[in-house]
DNA sequence: GCAGTAACTTGCATCTTGCAAGACAGTAAA
DNA sequence: TTTACTGTCTTGCAAGATGCAAGTTACTGC
C-alpha cells in the first residue's frame, strides 16, 4: 500500500484507501471514541475524563490524548500557569465525528435496551 | 457496575450503561467493522473477507466472525456439503450498523481526502 | 512543614495481535 | 494412486497493548 504524509507528517493510508480503515486507525480501539464522547459532553480535564465510568486506566487515557492530538482531533491548552495545568478540548474534525457517535448510541439504544441515550455530563 | 446477561447468554453492561460502551465491546477494534463493512458490501466467505486489501490475519477474521456471531450480529451457515463449507450473513442487528459505517466513511472522506468512497465489494 | 490536588509516568503481569505454518476434508488432474 | 489444489480454520510464538498500582512533579492551603 502506498503511504502518503500529510501536513502533520502523520502516515496515512497505512491499511488501505478506505476512509473506515483510516477512521479505525485513529479511533478503532475500545476507549478513544468514549473520550470523544466525554470531550463532545464538554468535559475538558483529566480528572473530569478518568472519572467515567467506565473507569479507564490513566496511562491509557494519557496515550490517546496524545494520539488525538497528533492526529488532529484534540487539542491540548494550558488553562492555568503555577503550576501548569491543561486541558483539552475537539477540534472541528474531532467534533465531526459526532454523528458517528449519535449512529454508535442509536444502534445500542436498540439492541441493548437498558443501555440510557447519549446525553449530559455525567451519564456516562 | 452490574452485570446483566441477554437471552444469548452474553454478559452485557461490563463497563457501563452506555450504549456506545457497549457497542465497542464488540466492534471496538481495528478490524471487526471492516469485516462488517465487507459483509454489508455482499461478501459473504472466508476467502472474499481475507482478500480485502487491508490483509486481515487468518486468525483475527476466525476470532472476529465467532465474536460476531456470539453477539447476534452475524450468522454462520453452510453452503455447502462434502465438504462442509461456509458463509456469513449479517442479522438484522449486523444490518443496522450501516448507518455507523456511513457515518465514519463521511468523516473519513472529509478529513482524509484521498480516501474512496464506501460503495460496491471490491473497493476495499 | 505536611497533606492535598492535578496531570501525568513507570513497572510489571497478563491479554491481544500479527505473521507464518499446519490441519483437515474434500475435488481435480496426471 | 499420487500429487496438487481449494477453502475454512487452528496452532505456535514473538511483539505489542492493556490494566492495575504506585510513583513523580509542581504547586496551594493549613
Known amino acids: 500500500m502506498t503511504q ?15 476512509p473506515i480503515t483510516n477512521g479505525l486507525d485513529i479511533f478503532g480501539d475500545k476507549w478513544t471514541l468514549l473520550i470523544i464522547r466525554d ?3 464538554g468535559k475538558r480535564r483529566y480528572q473530569e475524563l478518568i472519572s467515567s465510568p467506565e473507569n479507564i486506566a490513566s496511562n ?9 492530538e497528533v492526529a488532529g482531533l484534540v487539542t491540548r491548552r494550558a488553562y492555568q500557569q503555577k503550576p501548569e ?6 477540534t472541528e474534525k474531532g467534533k ?7 449512529a454508535i448510541s442509536r444502534w445500542g439504544t436498540k439492541h441493548y435496551p437498558g443501555t440510557s441515550v447519549f446525553r449530559a455530563v455525567g451519564q456516562g
Open 96 to 102: 465531526d465525528l459526532r454523528p458517528v457517535l449519535e
Open 4 to 18: 502518503v504524509q500529510d501536513m502533520d507528517n502523520k502516515l496515512m493510508f497505512e491499511r488501505s484507501q478506505c
Open 39 to 41: 470531550l463532545v459532553l
Open 85 to 90: 495545568r491543561y486541558e483539552y478540548v475537539l
Open 60 to 68: 491509557i487515557l494519557a496515550h490517546r490524548l496524545k494520539r488525538l
